[in-house]
């Protein structure tokens, strides 16, 4: 390893509005590593990337390259530094061709005409090397996700950075393509290049970096030698508690008299194909299952909005599958989606008039006068009992933080005092704090006797939280899992291959 | 109607002492959402008047607010459909069609309060067709209301024959009480036509009906996902204008006494021109009744103020189409300037 890092971040700060995302970062990368940069949503990473990208001007503290200080105060100023970034978000032109993708606004040109010729010339090599075997001529857009992203991280290798940043740059490529990623950053690791690698998977961290920083809330609170270190210390880095401390106790089982039960009997509808399973009240229910297994499909098919084709659902009140949302939510089964932002709320009006939704929205009780005076009531209770944190029931929601946001929809919901809860991938994109406060207001909600289904794309959260896992598969119930059996490594292989591990199996 | 004094609830009752003044402060602000299409009423009003004193004279302004009155309702009913996230361009031939329907009645010999009914009724039935034919074929209430715009106004004419219908007035109280002048000065039709803007504010603000259409307008999808029955208010909305357009137009046979083949054709633009002059976003989620008032009340006084001021009334066209721009250009300002000041909060990682 050189002596002196190849680039150098000091005391970066960074505030959008009263929101921190930079708050005295650190990094140093050496000539020829894979550094690692890991951490929650919200930690800063990506803030941190754009800013050494020259994307994002910081309000404090400083860049070196080389031992230079510089200013990347825009993504031209940055490329002239040898700095090449390959976003989370494709930055591509769907209707251009691949090689018109890769030569963005650097066209080689013969005898005064952008020349075909001489980009495929350049491209070929890096191309085959990346495994990327397609028509350069046809359209991007209709490559698979996977391939595009793989051209938009050929277009930054072409510049020939010194210092390049992958920004998550896997989360659409299947295990091949990863793994024939990664075969190129190692090549030009041993050429030289330094790599700045962002993500949260870790054990793709530990497969491929040297060095690894774990960020947290805008700072970095941890780096070391990947050889030096463990998955625990990584966790614990990122969360800043012990990942036990996350999940409340699995409360001592409440005995109600008469549970009441979701019984789902050979529902096929969309991709799922005959699940069965009985979801209990007092339980926390965990669906996993990676896009397109059917877990999506599953709660909005309980939720009213997907027909089923074969198969039938019974309900507490020993109805059936509701028919529309309208009639779920007047049945007391409410669904707490996974984008809030575009599903969930209304950012642009106030938290009382979101947390209304249900209530007055939906149901059909009471003289049909909207109080403001209610709404405020219902507004204050719920923003008293989830702790939302906020100014004024008056403030919109859009001024709220991820977490709060995604109380107000549980509030909104709560309101109606619910008697199913479907809740998918409720923590997305909320930072730790909240995470453990919705966590223990899942449990809570099943101690109260309500049902509760709960969907997540992070696994150590289903591990952490639910009583039994169900686990789909292209659309089958491949498996279930409960108590002991619940462990992280089982259910992330289950949730992959639809299978069992093998030595389990032997065993 | 005063916009001035009308103040929300929430304003006078005690607030928590825990609340910060800024945010007291702020809230004061957004509140009086028609105060600025108000305040350039006014402005407007004074400006003429200063030039020509007799422009204030009460009955000229009695008069400006009598003829606002039959376009002034349809904007009523387009504040919802706007606040819902619709519109409807067939309101000035839904008004026709109702009007030339009643009118046909009252020829018949139907007693004319009856007659005004089945107008509204009918108009409601316009409204339905435009309702669920944008429901059952999925298309947008923009597209559908550009077909039956002229749908209706081909059958109007089939049914008028192009010639204007002049029901006999025979002394009944209908005509005499709609185009009857309160003490020789309001139009009996104005004051039908403040209740209304009234109850409508109140069916927007203070109803569960008012609240689903704000919240379907504001994110259609997760009124959806909240089990907001969706299709029906968009469908009830689109109803309320067709019953609207009903009753001003049945109102209007009973004010004039006739209705010609080719009124209504041009309210369309107007009614929405005022709507957005009384700052009701085209994006939805959101509407201003009072405000929609007065944004028919600026149109109004701007082409009576030009005959004041012995411009050619064709004028008044030009300086509307001004008008719009400015207000819709004045409201880009206000919301970018709250945009900025939640920029902090939304443009979080």
Sequence with gaps: ????????????VKRYGGVVALDGMNLDAYEGTIHAVVGENGAGK???????????????GSVLLGGVKVSMDSPAAARRHGVGIVYQELSLFPHRSVLANLFVNREPMRRGLVSTRAMEEESRDLINKLGLNVDVYRPLGQLSIGEQQLVELARVLLEEPRLLILDEPNSALNERETTRLFGVLQQLRARGATILYVSHRLEEVFAISDRVTVTRNGRDVL????????????????IGVHQEDLFPAPAARPNFASPQRVIVEGLSAGELKDVHFTASSGEVVGLAGLEGSGVSTLLKALF??????????????????????TEAARRGVC???????????????????NISHVVVGALNVGFPLFRTRDAEARARRQIERLRIKTRSPHAL?????GGNQQKVVVGKWLEAAPKVMLL???TRGVDVGAKREIYALIRQMSAEGRIVIFSSTELPELVGLCDRILVLYRGRLVSELKGGDIDNRKLLHLVNTGEEPSEMRLQ | MSEVDRSKPELNSPQSAAAPATARARRRIRLPDEIGVVAALVILMLFIGVAKPRFLNPINLFTILGNTTFQGMLSLGMVFLLAVGEIDLSVGWMFNFSAVISALLMAAGFNPWAATLIGVGFGALLGLVNGLLALVLRLPSIIITLGTFSMFEGLSLVINNGRAVNPPDAGSSFFALVSAKIFGLVPVVAVVFVFMTIILHFVLHRTRFGYRVQAVGSNREAALLAGIPNALVRLQTLVLMGAI?????????????????????????????????GGTPLSGGSGTVFGAVAGMLIIQVISSGIIFFGIDATWSTFVTGAVIIVAVVLDQLVKRQRARRLAGSADRL
């Design chain 1, 1 to 12: 390893m050189a002596d002196s890092p190849i680039v150098s971040v000091r005391n970066l």
């Design chain 1, 46 to 60: 990506s803030t941190l990337m754009k800013v050494l990208a020259g994307a994002v001007k910081p309000d404090a």
């Design chain 1, 223 to 238: 780096t070391k030698d990947r050889a030096a270190l463990t998955m625990p210390e990584v966790i614990e880095g990122m």
């Design chain 1, 304 to 325: 009213g909005m997907q027909k089923a084709q074969a198969g039938g659902v019974t309900f507490p009140d020993s109805r059936g599958l509701p028919r529309s949302p």
């Design chain 1, 335 to 353: 669904l707490v989606p996974a984008d809030r932002k575009r599903n969930g709320l209304m950012l642009d009006q106030s938290i009382l008039f």
């Design chain 1, 397 to 401: 929601a859009n001024e709220l933080s």
């Design chain 1, 424 to 426: 998918d991938d409720p």
């Design chain 2, 245 to 277: 357009a009903g009753l001003s137009g049945s109102l209007y046979v009973g004010f004039r006494g006739a209705i010609d083949p080719q009124e209504g054709s041009d309210f369309v633009l107007t009614v929405i021109a005022a709507v957005i002059i």
